[in-house]
């Protein structure tokens, strides 16, 4: 079968949901500088659209960058040592590995051709600088966009300042044939429509919005704020009440700059034209981290002031006035705005009270998640988990600064470990654990079980001697306070450890005994099922494949019982590494095959790099050499991909490096890099795609549609790319609102994504290879 790799990375820009308004000049001065300097910082006060600049030039430069282009906001992260992962994360780098993040990270660009924008980075600065410092040092193809109030100052740095939108010279006459000679106008004329779509101007007022622009200093969100007020004022009444504003501004603060005095003036505006309800919205608003969703407000937001029944009217009032943005079902703040309204939260004395309310919510979310931990549902929790992350992260930073809540950390980290490692992201759930372990060491159960999910953290990251530690104080501890379900756990991974050893006898007899005591405990049927995926990997490596395949099938039968999907294609791998072992290649080929058409419904890379690497053993050994090379270089980027050294660690280091060794025999080194080299570039679809061997065409178009989507799903994700909100595709549908929303809910689960803009990508994709 041919090889024909297509970029295995495009990116994850969002989707523009209004129109982008000028800035011709500063478009085509960052695309000439990115041409000749790999760090470009666009630097410019608040709300004068850094970010949606950032975001164009990255989208006009997609071409130009075969691995992607990658938008990283850092405005929710607060914890530094959280950049590196964050960013790792957003280009598709899973944490499997106890390397520091960024020298994996630093390692998975080194051969890359990418542009990485990192948004908002004032208070992150220093380490902002470090990283980029790192990545362009290592990696020759990458290119950073940073938007900041403030320059990294890091060598080699260009800045680029970006000014307020071009302004009508005041002596000349406005009118709308001179509409385009003025971005400042156009700006708010365009959403001045969108607030008021059916207005007129006479030929008088153009001079008012002239000036309007001119009294707002050309920032674009200042200008927005006023264009919504046109539906209830008209313009020289925004002209003077601003005037009244920017008076009492003055007198006020005669230190700020001209630019932040307009900014706040107009937001203090906007304030002020909030009825008290909304105000006290506002800032509660600000608790939040990222996105957020309508229960979440009712939840956390509601009391005291507002009465739960008027929440939907006060969210919908500050949509209204552009303070808070609709994203499908979600809804977020811009920066600028959350700040504000975390200063009159702050000046409110309700901060602590807020931040209780807000980790409790997520607290509850979390917990809730547990029971479908294991489940039917396990990919839909893991999805909702995802949209909640930045939250989820806010709520345990809080805890960790209140005296008493490290325990709370325990129980929001373990809940539902699975969910850590399902995305890749083994290192933040050790990093909040080790803090948390760190801070509080009152001996409870919720400190035994926070002891057992670090330790598999560590186990899966292939730090042994760590992993150990933690273990034996985690099986120290449940001695001590008698608890069964700590000391199966930790019994259970002890087998693990051996099992990465080589040591497969105690491997399986470790293991077994923990799910012996599973049983007797009623322990989730999940973990029953995971232990005897392990189980069934030793008994194959050394060569007991009779029990293996007991293994194999019966957990193979708890997934099918329990409907615990995520786990099926292990098992699947599993019965296929042992056909292989029994020298049955073509049931192993077609029991692997299986396993990874899951693949497709999950995110589960590790399994999908451990099902192309055993293919490739099978293909050596049924003399397919080319093919089994070829799949050896897929492997290999699958699992560079996951940041882990697994195949270097037994069983997977029994049989890869002979089989490498095999092939480089078999064929030449020469030979062997070249067909090498066509499966390390191939993208995980197109990996898979091989691997099955599929045609290209097939290959292609199986990855565009990798849950199935129904007719009328791949038309709603057609919307969501355009920009719509559910309301407006179900009216362009003619469906109700609810429908739409549960298209777009069943899309996400179906293709295992956690926003909107990742529904759009894929459409638009799809779209273009069409």
């Not at 200008?223 to 501004?249: K, P």
């Not at 777009?744 to 990508?761: D, P």
Request: net charge negative; glycine share 8%; proline share 4%.
């Amino acid at each position: 079968m041919s090889v024909r790799a297509t970029p295995r990375y495009r990116g994850d820009l969002p989707v523009e949901v209004t129109s982008f308004v000028g800035r011709r000049r500063e478009l085509s001065e960052a695309r000439r500088l990115l041409g000749r300097t790999r760090l470009l910082t666009f630097v410019g006060a608040g709300g004068v659209g850094k970010t949606r600049l950032a975001r164009r030039v990255a989208a006009d430069l997609r071409r130009a960058f075969p691995d992607g282009v990658w938008l990283v906001d850092l405005a929710p992260l607060q914890d530094e040592e959280l950049l590196a992962p964050t960013v790792a994360a957003t280009l598709g780098l899973a944490d499997w590995s106890v390397q520091p993040s960024l020298d994996s990270l630093v390692d998975f660009v080194s051969d890359k051709h990418l542009l990485i924008v990192l948004d908002n980075c004032e208070h992150l600065l220093d380490v902002c600088a470090a990283l980029a410092d790192g990545l362009l040092s290592a990696a020759a193809n990458v290119r950073i966009l940073v938007t900041s109030r403030q320059p990294l100052g890091v060598g080699g740095e260009t800045v680029l300042d970006v000014p307020p939108m071009s302004l009508p010279a005041p002596d000349r006459p406005m009118s709308e044939r001179h509409l385009d000679e003025s971005e400042a106008v156009r700006l708010f004329m365009e959403r001045a429509a969108e607030a008021v779509p059916d207005l007129a101007l006479a030929e008088g007022d153009w001079e008012a919005v002239a000036r309007l622009c001119r009294r707002l200093d050309g920032i674009p969100l200042a200008i927005e704020l006023a264009a919504v007020r046109l539906r209830s004022l008209s313009i020289v009444q925004i002209i003077d009440r601003l005037d009244d504003r920017f008076g009492l501004l003055t007198r006020g603060s005669r230190t700020a700059m001209p630019r932040q005095q307009t900014l706040r003036a107009t937001v203090e505006w906007s304030h002020d034209l909030c009825s008290p309800g909304e105000r006290t919205l506002w800032a509660r608003l600000s608790i939040f981290s990222g996105g957020f969703d309508l229960p979440a407000v009712e939840q956390v937001c509601g009391g005291d002031a507002i009465a739960s029944e008027d929440i939907f009217e006060l969210v919908a009032a500050l949509v209204d006035k552009s303070l808070v943005r609709r994203d499908g079902a979600r809804y977020r703040m811009l920066e600028t705005i959350r700040q504000y309204g975390r200063m009159m939260l702050a000046e409110s004395g309700e901060e602590t009270t807020l931040g209780r309310r807000h980790r409790d919510h997520y607290q509850w979310v979390v917990m809730r998640s547990k029971e479908a931990r294991f489940g039917p549902d396990q990919l839909r929790w893991y999805a909702r988990l995802r949209l909640d992350h930045a939250n989820i992260r806010a709520a345990m930073d809080f805890c960790l600064t209140e005296p008493g809540e490290a325990q709370t950390v325990f129980r929001m980290v373990t809940a539902n470990w699975p969910y850590w490692i399902y995305y890749g992201i083994l290192g933040e759930g050790l990093h909040w654990l080790s803090l948390a372990l760190k801070k509080d060491s009152t001996p409870t159960a919720a400190r035994a079980k926070a002891l057992w999910v670090a330790g598999r953290l560590a186990l899966l990251q292939s730090d042994l001697s760590g992993a150990e530690l933690l273990l034996r104080d985690c099986a120290d501890l449940a001695k001590k306070l008698g608890d069964p379900s700590a000391e199966a756990h930790a019994m259970e991974l002890f087998g693990v450890a051996e099992l990465f050893k080589g040591n497969y006898a105690e491997a399986i007899s470790l293991q077994e005994e923990a799910v012996r005591r599973y049983r007797v405990i009623g322990e989730p049927p999940g973990a029953c099922a995971v232990a005897l995926y392990r189980m069934a990997l030793a008994a194959s490596a050394s060569g007991r494949t009779d029990r293996a395949e007991a293994f194999c099938k019966e957990s193979l039968a708890i997934c099918e019982n329990h409907g615990t999907h995520l786990y099926r294609p292990l098992a699947l791998w599993a019965l296929g590494f042992n056909e292989y072992r029994r020298g049955d290649l073509r049931e192993a080929v077609a029991t692997i095959g299986e396993s990874l058409r899951l693949q497709r419904h999950s995110n589960d890379q590790w399994n999908t790099a451990q099902c192309v690497e055993v293919l490739a053993w099978i293909a050596s050994a049924g003399g397919q050499h080319e093919h089994a090379a070829t799949l050896l270089g897929a492997a290999h980027t699958l699992w560079r991909s996951l940041g882990t050294s697994m195949p270097r660690t037994p069983p997977f280091v029994d049989f890869h490096d002979p089989c490498d060794s095999h092939l480089h025999e078999t064929l030449g080194d020469e030979a062997f890099a070249a067909a090498f080299q066509r499966g390390a570039i191939l993208g995980p679809d197109e990996a898979i795609g091989y691997a099955l061997n599929e045609s290209p065409r097939r290959s292609r178009r199986t990855t565009r549609a990798p849950s199935a989507l129904t007719s009328r799903e791949q038309q709603v994700a057609g919307l969501v790319a355009q920009g719509m909100t559910n309301k407006e595709i179900a009216a362009t549908l003619v469906i109700a609102q609810r429908t739409a929303e549960g298209h777009v809910e069943h899309i996400l689960e179906k293709l295992g994504f956690a926003s909107r803009a990742q529904i759009a990508s894929w459409a638009t994709k799809n779209s273009e290879a069409d």
